[in-house]
Each structure stands twice: as C-alpha cells, then as structure tokens.
C-alpha cells in the first residue's frame, strides 16, 4: 500500500485503496508523506472524521518521525468550537459570576492555571457554560484588530500557522471540504495555498462532508433577523414599508406552521411503522413561498439602495452584511419555488432546542454533489489526492475496480487519472478468532416488526447467555433500540444493560461498558462505526436489523438517477455499514469473538437478491445458523483466552 502511495505522488495521481482494519494504513501513507516533505517542505494536510483519529494520528506521526529521525511541524485542526476565547471568558467569568457557585469558582481557577481547549482540564465545564467562552465565528481582522489577547491567543496562532505552514496539518473532513471549495473557487483559504498532498481517511464519508459544506438552512427566526435586519438600512420607513413587513412577518409564521404540520404527519406515519425520522420530505410548499419571495426581494432592493445613498456617512451603521443574507435567503425562496425544477434537494429537520415553529429547520443542497466533489477534490491535476478506509468497497467483483463503483459514482472521483488499488486485506485472524452466527426463523423486520421485535429479543437473550453480556448490540432505529432495552430490563439478567446517550454522555457509557466485563451495550448511529473497545469487554457483536439507509429525499434523488434503486443504492449503503458494526469486534489481532444477525434475511432460506453480496463482502468467512455450534465456538475461544493463547 504504502508503494503504491509512492507511486501516486511521483506520478501526479490520485490513490484510492480500501485497507482492512490492522493493516497499518496510517504508517503506509505517512512514511511517505514524511518523505515528500523532507525533499519538497511542502505542506501536506491529513483530514479524518473524528477528533479520536486526529489525535491518533498525531502520535503515530510522531512516533514515525522519531524512527526516521526526521521532525517536521504538526498542527491539529480542530474546530474553533474545541478551544477557549479569552476574550469571551472574561465577558462571561465577572466577580458576580465567580462568586455565584463554587462550580464556577473551580472552573475559573482550573483555566485561568492553564490550558487552550475544553480536554486540557480535569474539571467539568457545563456544555451552557461552554458555549459563552469558545471561539465563536471568527475573524481574523477583528481579533487583530479588537482582541487584546490576540498575540497569546491559541486558536488565532494556529490559524495563522495553518497558512503559513510546511509540515502536516491533522484537520477534519469538515474543514477540509470548505477550504477545497475556497480553493476551487479562488478565494482566500483557510490552509496553506502551498499544500502539495491531500489524505482522506476514513474516506467512505467524504460524500456527506462535501454534501454538509454545501448545504443551507433557513430557521424562522434566521429569516426574520435577516428582512429586519435589512430593513433597517431602509431610509423611508414610512407606514407602507412597515405593512411590508408585517405581510412578511406574518407569512414566514404561516409558512413554518405549514412545514410544522407536515413535519407532524410524517411523524405519526413513522410512529406507525417503527422508524425514525432524521430528514423530513418538504411534500407542499403553498402559494404563500412566492408571495413571500416577492416582498424580500422587496425588502432587499429598498434597503440596498438606500444603503448606497449614505456610504462614506460614518455616523450610520453598515447593513450590508443582514442585506446579503436577506439576498442568500431569496435565492434560497427562489430554488424552492422551482420545486422538481429545481437543482437543489430540500428537507425538514427538528431543532429540539425549540418548540413549535421555531424548531422547524429548512434545508437544501445541491443534487450534483458528485461533480462538485469531483470539481473541488479532484479537479486540480497538480494536487495528488490519496483515499483510503476500511469501509470503501460493497461486494466481490473479480474485476475489483467494480467494488469501488458506489463510492466513484457518489465522489465523482476521476479513475482515468487515478491508482484504483487492489483492496488490502486485514492480517488478522478472523477464520480462527471469529464467527457469524445467523437466523433462518425470524419474522419479516418491517414488515412484521412487532412479531420480529417480540422474537428478537427472545433470540437476543439467548445469544447473551451464550457469551455472558460482553455484548454491542447495533439498532437501525431508536425506537427498536428503546423498545428492546425497555423489555431486556424487565428479564432480571445476571450483565447490566447499557444504552446509547446523547453526545455529552457517550464517554462516559463507553467507560462503563470497558470496565464492566460482562455489561451489554444497546447502541445506534454513530456507534456503528464510532467506537474502539478492544479486549474481552466487546466479544459479541449483535446486528438487531441490516443496516439499509432510510429512504428520505438525498437516498430518493439517488434512486431517481439509477436503474435499480435497490441493488445500486441501499444495498451498497447497507453492506459498507454493515461491514462498519462489524468491524467493532476484532479491533486487535488478539481479539476474539462472534457476531451475531438476528434478521434473517441473510439466512439460507432467504430469497433477497443481495444475500451473496452481503456474505462475499464480509471479512468473517465463517458462518452457522445453529444456534449450539456458535456457542460451542465462543467456549473454545473462552478457553483459549484462559490458557493464553
């Protein structure tokens, strides 16, 4: 792998290689890049998924520049909500503040001490508190100009230090993709304009963050804070113009009530069938959109004419940024109104911060996220993009090129200049540490889902007592996850039950379920592929349901462009996914265990066309759906573990 990345850079080539989990990845691509910036010192950014990564790559970089002895700089680009504002903290920690509670007086002395980011101190910073002392949209001119603290301050270093850099700068895939696009675009970017290499790890989800990076929203209250924002720069505000805004005004609340309404019913028809809703349909959008258009364009033209009458006039306050905004979300009016004409992709999304209309968000992205990839990520022929994850191939091709069709066609990614590589396979053991054991007689998942819950969970308990809790069980639904950690709760089980919490308290569920051996962990999401527990504590993974995607207006659109919605667009999505939760079990070449798939569409008796696909893109070959040889298995391995082996 890592020669082939060689051969990328010399040639000027994109690299685009799937490498199975212990295969090294991260050495086979940093050797090289090290290399590259020794000869060239030229800036090289790496850009991953989560923070864990980041930080995992940051020691792996140093502990390969120690062998080659060679040190080059490294810069961790997290986002700017990580790290402390000063400026903000001394705004929001005043005397009164301090001396309200000894929380914050043990805050106060724990930062004031030391530290740049919320991970430095031992103490817990409340997440409210949080969010007045963070860097909050930041600006280079003004911290330079405004900030008295803007010589010590960390993240205004590190920015500068991202542009001016010719080592490696560790980022997210989120800021990667916004600066590819600043780039492309010719504007001012965020990294160094020098950059000679570009990774991608965990590449699989570069599709989304390109997708997020061009994707907007509109709130009620974002658009009304723009039209009377904007309104403000408007010299004759005479009584017409304020009937101008109260039509406005009243129609945005009709129109939110609309997209609630519709928000409400989808609810009731999920509810129905089990499922959860992330993306809303927009079904109906009304008349009342275009009449809405008309008076904020209005709006706009008034208070952009009369913004160019007193430029100069130092005494009156500038609006021209609430005038832009107000012009972005006309164009937005403007898209919508177009409906199935249109170029963009919308849907509804809940703010659960919010009640009522005002939690009501209202999104659009470009359909051709796939040449916009292609156009940002790939359209520099000077600039060698190198791809890679465990996760990046759905099926088993002979012509292995063809596995890699789902992730070309959704990145756009240019094969005719690229190094599509033969996927590496995992060294790891899995004939011999690893078992999948799968049903034949489980009730149809959707189609009979209270008969599959009521059964599975019988199954589940089964399976539980076969390896003695030390279990993940991954859901496609929180209310599957609910339902079957409401009823496990009930049955008086010898392991503690566990289930996934919200972003604040998934650290701490994952330590308890590390620490307790024989604790079971009920788990949705993120946690499909979020997680690294090695060890005995994770010796069983559970799949409740196959992973397909929930059909919603991106997976639509992507049925719409293809011949066979099924097999060229859901199956794909579930079997990377698929292969993601299964791959929690062996996270070291230790590691031993079985996986478990309580849906029996993968069994003998199904008739799903995918089933093959499913079984050949496994990296577990060995399968049973006797339920007494998967526990005779798990026995052997237990004594293996006891002897050492």
Same mark, same amino acid.
């Given at each position: 792998m890592s020669c082939e990345i060689v051969d990328g850079i010399r040639e000027n080539k994109h690299v685009l290689v799937e490498a199975g989990v212990g295969i090294g990845k991260s050495f086979a691509y940093i050797v090289p890049i090290l290399y590259y910036s020794k000869i060239y010192h030229r800036p090289v950014v790496i850009a991953t998924s989560t923070i864990a990564l980041q930080e995992q790559l940051t020691h792996d970089i140093e502990k390969i520049m120690d062998m080659l002895n060679y040190e080059v700089e490294v810069l961790v680009a997290k986002g700017q909500n990580h790290f402390l504002c000063k400026k903000r903290f001394d705004d929001c920690f005043t005397k009164e503040f301090i001396e309200e509670s000894v929380e914050h007086q043990i805050i106060n002395d724990a930062i004031c001490k030391f530290g740049y980011e919320k991970a430095d101190w031992n103490v817990a910073v409340p997440n409210e508190i949080w969010n007045q002392i963070n860097v909050k949209e930041y600006k280079a001119q003004f911290c330079k100009d405004k900030c008295s603290y803007c010589g010590c301050c960390y993240y205004y270093n590190l920015r500068q230090k991202m542009m001016s850099t010719h080592g490696i700068i560790v980022?997210?895939?989120?800021?990667?993709?916004?600066?590819?696009? +600043?780039?492309? *675009?010719?504007? @001012?970017?965020?990294? !160094?304009?020098?950059? &000679?290499?570009?990774?991608? %790890?965990?590449?699989?989800?570069?599709?989304?963050?390109?997708?997020?990076?061009?994707?907007?929203?509109?709130?009620?209250?974002?658009?009304?804070?723009?039209?009377?924002?904007?309104?403000?720069?408007?010299?004759?505000?005479?009584?017409?113009?304020?009937?101008?805004?109260?039509?406005?005004?009243?129609?945005?609340?009709?129109?939110?009530?609309?997209?609630?309404?519709?928000?409400?019913?989808?609810?009731?028809?999920?509810?129905?069938?089990?499922?959860?809703?992330?993306?809303?349909?927009?079904?109906?959008?009304?008349?009342?959109?275009?009449?809405?258009? +008309?008076?904020? *364009?209005?709006? @706009?033209?008034?208070? !952009?004419?009369?913004? &160019?009458?007193?430029?100069? %006039?130092?005494?009156?306050?500038?609006?021209?940024?609430?005038?832009?905004?107000?012009?972005?979300?006309?164009?937005?009016?403007?898209?919508?109104?177009?409906?199935?004409?249109?170029?963009?992709?919308?849907?509804?999304?809940?703010?659960?911060?919010?009640?009522?209309?005002?939690?009501?968000?209202?999104?659009?992205?470009?359909?051709?996220?796939?040449?916009?990839?292609?156009r940002i990520m790939f359209g520099d022929s000077g600039l060698p993009v190198i791809l890679t994850s465990a996760t990046i191939t759905s099926g088993k091709n002979e012509d292995y090129i063809k596995n890699y069709t789902y992730f070309i066609n959704n990145t756009g990614f240019q094969t005719e200049r690229s190094l599509v590589c033969e996927p590496k396979i995992s060294p790891f053991n899995y004939d011999e540490h690893a078992k999948i054991y799968y049903t034949e007689h489980m009730p149809h998942p959707t189609r009979e889902r209270e008969k599959f819950i009521e059964e599975g969970i019988q199954e589940i308990i089964k399976l539980l007592q076969i390896s003695n809790g030390k279990s993940l069980i991954l859901f496609t639904a929180k209310t599957d996850m609910q339902a079957v950690y409401d009823k496990l709760q009930k049955e008086n089980l010898p392991f503690k039950i566990l289930m996934q919490q919200g972003n604040a308290k998934q650290a701490e569920t994952l330590e308890m379920f590390r620490n307790d051996t024989n604790s079971v962990l009920l788990g949705t999401g993120s946690y499909w592929e979020g997680i690294n527990i090695e060890g005995v504590s994770l010796s069983h993974v559970i799949i409740f349901k196959l992973p397909f995607p929930v059909r919603g207006p991106i997976i639509d659109y992507k049925y719409e462009q293809s011949k066979d919605g099924l097999m060229e667009v859901s199956v794909p999505e579930m079997v990377i996914k698929l292969k993601q939760g299964i791959g929690r079990l062996i996270r070291s070449e230790n590691d031993k265990g079985i996986v478990s798939i309580i849906d029996s569409r993968v069994g003998e008796r199904s008739k799903a066309p995918y089933k093959q696909i499913i079984w050949e893109s496994l990296p577990i070959k060995s399968k049973t759906n006797k339920i007494e040889e998967i526990a005779a298995f798990y026995s052997q391995i237990v004594e293996q573990q006891k002897e050492g082996k």
């Open positions: 980022c997210n895939q989120d800021l990667l993709a916004v600066n590819m696009h +600043k780039k492309a *675009n010719y504007r @001012r970017q965020l990294m !160094s304009e020098d950059i &000679g290499i570009v990774v991608v %790890d965990e590449a699989h989800n570069l599709e989304s963050k390109v997708r997020s990076s061009v994707t907007s929203c509109i709130s009620l209250k974002q658009l009304k804070d723009a039209m009377y924002g904007a309104g403000k720069a408007v010299d004759s505000f005479d009584s017409a113009f304020t009937k101008e805004l109260e039509k406005a005004d009243y129609l945005i609340d009709e129109i939110f009530k609309l997209l609630l309404k519709q928000m409400n019913e989808q609810d009731k028809e999920a509810e129905k069938n089990g499922q959860d809703i992330d993306r809303y349909y927009v079904r109906n959008i009304g008349i009342n959109f275009e009449k809405l258009r +008309k008076i904020l *364009n209005d709006i @706009r033209l008034k208070a !952009s004419m009369s913004f &160019g009458d007193f430029i100069g %006039d130092r005494s009156r306050k500038s609006y021209d940024e609430e005038v832009e905004q107000l012009e972005d979300y006309v164009a937005f009016l403007e898209s919508i109104i177009k409906w199935k004409n249109s170029e963009d992709i919308f849907w509804l999304e809940r703010d659960r911060g919010n009640r009522g209309i005002k939690g009501v968000r209202l999104y659009k992205c470009p359909k051709a996220v796939d040449k916009i990839t292609r």
